[in-house]
């Protein structure tokens, strides 16, 4: 039985060699499950096909053949584990290279744009009032007679009504705002003083148009109402913001003016920024350039909305944005504003 013996250990040998020999040419973990249940395969692996010779020796040659049945086992084993984590690392180090990604490319910047400039000067003055304890408030574009006229003092026969100086949605009845006080009138009727609100928004005049003059423009119109209330706290008010917009240098001046819905009213001017109020070509040589109008609130526009005016008085002040955005950028076409180019738009 020694031949037998002989026999089966070389085809042991053989076995391990060749199948060692198959494992280095592997390249796929496909290849290499396939290699594990041809050698090492529980049911007809090559190694089991060995083994099953084992019944037909003799006791003393059992225990020789099983341990070198499982020393090959063991090796097989060993390599196939060492082969799966080799192609493994190769497959990983193939990833990395076919994903390579270089981080020190730079990155594509996205194209931003900006605020309107408009929307800056409103945002701007609005932030400047409320840091005074004004409240914003917006309301509707599409207003009627009462709010926009009847209850601001506008008489029937003013010029403003004409058919030619408001674009009319309904004759007589539905307009589009000529200014945003309609939302005072609506502010006053809903809430008791003291009143504290500043309007920003569209407003809509049916007139000529040239560089200083759109039939759609921006205003900011604010109103004041308490027990105490003067002109003087009108002046600190618009001074406070003309300071804050224009710069703590500028100086203002209060010319008497008229308004249906204030009484005293006044228009009020800022020293020219160009020439510091000597005269130049920007103030057309008066020193002075006009910025907004206020005065203090009609008696009649208090009783209008349920106020006593023996109790209560209050200030009102109005501004068109697109005029204080020209004065404090330089703009000296109205028309700019709302033309799009984005040559103008990119200057800010
Ligand atoms: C109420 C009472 C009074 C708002 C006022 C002005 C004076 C004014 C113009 C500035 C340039 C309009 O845009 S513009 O053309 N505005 O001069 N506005 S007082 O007075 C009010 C508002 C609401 C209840």
Redesign the pocket.
């Known amino acids: 039985m020694i031949g037998q013996l002989e026999d089966i250990l070389a085809q042991l040998i053989e076995l391990r060699e060749r199948a060692i020999a198959e494992l280095e040419g592997i390249t796929t973990s496909a290849q290499l499950d396939e290699w594990d249940t041809r050698y090492l395969g529980r049911n007809r692996g090559e190694l089991k096909n060995i083994s099953a010779v084992m019944p037909k020796l003799t006791k003393e040659e059992r225990p020789v053949i099983g341990q070198k049945i499982n020393t090959v086992k063991a090796a097989l084993e060993q390599a196939l584990k060492d082969r799966r984590e080799a192609l493994k690392q190769r497959e990983m180090l193939q990833r990395l290279e076919q994903e390579r990604l270089d981080v020190t490319l730079p990155g594509r910047t996205l194209p931003a744009g900006h605020m309107h400039p408009l929307s800056r000067v409103i945002q701007e003055s609005t932030d400047i009032f409320v840091r005074m304890g004004f409240q914003i408030v917006q309301g509707p574009e599409v207003e009627t007679d009462y709010y926009n006229f009847q209850?601001?003092n506008v008489p029937t026969d003013h010029p403003a009504r004409d058919m030619q100086d408001t674009f009319w949605v309904a004759p007589g009845e539905i307009l589009l705002r000529t200014?945003t006080?309609p939302m005072?009138?609506r502010s006053?009727k809903r809430q008791r003083p003291p009143i504290r609100v500043v309007v920003p928004g569209k407003?809509y005049r049916n007139e000529a148009l040239d560089a200083s003059h759109e039939a759609v423009?921006h205003?900011i119109?604010?109103?004041l109402i308490d027990e105490y209330c003067t002109m003087a706290d009108l002046k600190g008010v618009l001074e406070r913001f003309a300071h804050e917009m224009f710069g703590p240098e500028r100086r203002l001046r209060f010319r008497g003016?008229y308004?249906p819905?204030?009484e005293p009213?006044a228009?009020v001017d800022i020293s020219c920024a160009s020439c510091n109020g000597t005269g130049c070509r920007v103030c057309k040589y008066t020193g002075w350039l006009e910025v907004?109008?206020?005065?203090m609130?009609?008696p009649k526009?208090l009783r209008e909305?349920g106020y006593d005016p023996a109790k209560y008085r209050?200030f009102?002040?109005?501004?068109?944005v697109e005029?204080i955005a020209m004065l404090k950028y330089g703009v000296s076409d109205i028309r700019l504003f709302s033309g799009n180019d984005l040559r103008f738009l990119r200057q800010f």
């Open positions: 209850a601001l200014q006080s005072q009138i006053m407003v423009f205003q119109e604010g109103l003016s308004f819905f204030t009213s228009e907004l109008g206020s005065g609130v009609h526009v909305v209050g009102a002040f109005g501004m068109g005029r």
